[in-house]
């Protein structure tokens, strides 16, 4: 497990939900599923999702939040991520795997008709296992909102 953030987000939701990851981190690296506070992630509930890897390495929502029916076009909680067809419903897969691989946060920007700023977390369950991702999924306006003030007059980071 790394112990530097290799990937710091590219929304201002990002970067705080990954700050309070690596903050609720065991000193084995792993984050528990009751560790994470959700005082913390009330505010980008609507973008959150949770999902949980089963034994055959097949995900499910467990948790959808309700903008991820105008990325997915559909109501998402207790469907398979297989069922998640097109360009967002590949990349959704590929970051979880890349999560749980590395056992830390990735994410990206999906350009298309939209910008689609994703983010993957880790999370262990009860026995310590990563069996669970927490998935915050954002439709930017513009590259402006990937931007900090700090960068305005650089190009933004992106980094998966």
């Not at 979880?96 to 983010?119: F, K």
């Amino acid at each position: 497990m790394f112990n530097k953030p290799n990937f710091s987000g590219v929304t201002e939701a990002q970067r705080l939900l990954i700050a309070h990851w690596y903050e609720c981190r065991t000193s084995e690296g792993l984050v528990p599923r009751d560790a994470i506070d959700p005082g913390i992630v009330r505010s980008t509930l609507a973008s959150l999702s949770i999902v949980e890897i089963d034994a055959v390495g097949e995900g499910r929502f467990r948790i959808a939040g309700s903008r991820l029916r105008d990325i997915f076009g559909m109501d998402v909680r207790g469907r398979r991520v297989a069922e998640i067809a097109g360009t967002h419903g590949e990349c959704y897969a590929l970051g979880l795997s890349s999560a749980l691989e590395r056992g830390n946060p990735v994410g990206g920007v999906i350009e298309g008709a939209r910008l689609h700023a994703w983010l993957r977390l880790p999370v262990a369950d009860e026995h310590g296992d990563l069996t669970m991702v927490l998935c915050h999924d954002e439709l930017i306006a513009s590259r402006r909102a990937l931007e900090t003030p700090a960068e305005k007059t650089a190009s933004p980071r992106f980094a998966a």
